[in-house]
């Protein structure tokens, strides 16, 4: 069976379980216990702020973009099917927005993907700073649970990440906005898909292979970015079946090019993304560093052409996360 038709079957199994599966509507007020803080919605917001692309876009595929007055921290171009709502959104920062610029929204909600933009220590704004003002805030389960923000640049890892937290994000946000059903059938695509391209890995033998995953490097010399086992890139290339050559529990380590040559991963896959706060942002550059340095240079996965480049939101636990895997899949596929 092909990659192809396994997902076409996949999506029809589908197709057949929604029909007999209806979510509730929501019954304000509503109690969410989110990263430590319990919020309590007397209503679904009308007018949020949403920073991070990962949650922009889930507020999108939730068709939410007309509660949305402002985003900010974008890392590439918006998904084509959410363009259109996005278009209608003010960019308030392509980075980090100011406290002032999202208050000067009037929000009901300030929403983030990461807890160091809003949070105990948050860039943007403490949540208290937001609560006094009578924002409500909420963090993506995916960026708190399991996870200490406040030890390590990235914060530290105390349990592996889950897809479930992406999930629970998904059904968190469906219950805020009265948008119940549309996240559980969002949940459902999602692992159908993800489903289907576990089970073609595991038909090519993918856990007898080893990866690394390449995010990118303060500077092209320096020891770059890489995925460890503990973040949701170590988890998505685990769900693979690939075994991650990168040992640590931190979420981007630093990992010198020695240390990788000796583990000689399968699979090198790189990030690309429109950023460019660092050298090697550019996947071009990546590619170039490759060929020319020494030490990578040697790796059986250059020699042999065995690199997979996917989009840095395709390694983030994201709506994305399932393009990537079956981008990985379909590589490996075709190499057989």
């Not at 695509?189 to 490097?217: H, N, Y």
């Not at 010399?221 to 995925?227: I, S, T």
């Not at 040992?247 to 896959?269: C, F, H, R």
Request: with cysteine; charged share 25%; net charge negative.
């Amino acid at each position: 069976m092909s990659f192809k038709t396994l997902l076409c079957n996949s999506a029809f199994a589908l197709a057949a379980s929604l029909t007999s599966v209806q979510a509730q509507a929501t019954e304000y007020p509503l109690t969410i216990e989110n990263c430590g803080f319990p919020q309590v919605f007397e209503a679904a917001p009308k007018n949020v702020v949403s920073v991070g692309q990962q949650g922009t876009e889930i507020l999108y595929a939730l068709d939410l973009g007309d509660r949305l007055s402002g985003t900010a921290l974008w890392f590439t171009e918006i998904l084509p099917e959410y363009k259109a709502q996005n278009d209608k959104v003010e960019r308030i920062a392509d980075n980090m927005p100011g406290f002032e610029a999202v208050i000067a929204k009037r929000p009901e909600l300030a929403f983030t993907q990461y807890e160091w933009m809003i949070g105990a220590q948050g860039v943007v704004g403490t949540r208290p700073q937001f609560h006094d003002l009578g924002v409500k805030t909420y963090i993506m389960p995916t960026d708190c649970d399991g996870k200490d923000n406040l030890v390590g640049s990235d914060g530290t890892r105390t349990e592996a990440f889950s897809i479930e937290s992406l999930y629970k994000t998904i059904t968190e946000l469906g219950q805020i906005f009265d948008r119940q059903q549309a996240a559980l059938e969002l949940v459902d695509q999602l692992k159908s898909r993800e489903a289907a391209a576990v089970a073609k890995a595991a038909e090519l033998k993918a856990d007898q292979m080893t990866a690394a995953v390449w995010f990118s490097s303060a500077e092209m010399e320096l020891d770059p970015y890489m995925a460890g086992r503990s973040g949701a890139a170590g988890d998505m290339i685990r769900a693979i079946g690939l075994t991650n050559v990168v040992t640590s529990d931190e979420e981007w380590p630093t990992v010198g090019w020695e240390t990788i040559a000796k583990a000689n991963p399968t699979w090198l896959i790189l990030a690309e993304m429109d950023r460019r706060r660092f050298p090697a942002d550019d996947v071009e550059k990546k590619l170039e560093f490759l060929k020319s340095d020494p030490v990578a240079s040697q790796l059986e996965a250059v020699k042999s052409g065995r690199i997979i480049v996917i989009n840095s939101q395709e390694m983030e636990a994201s709506l994305r996360r399932v393009t990537g895997i079956e981008k990985i899949v379909t590589a490996i596929a075709r190499a057989k």
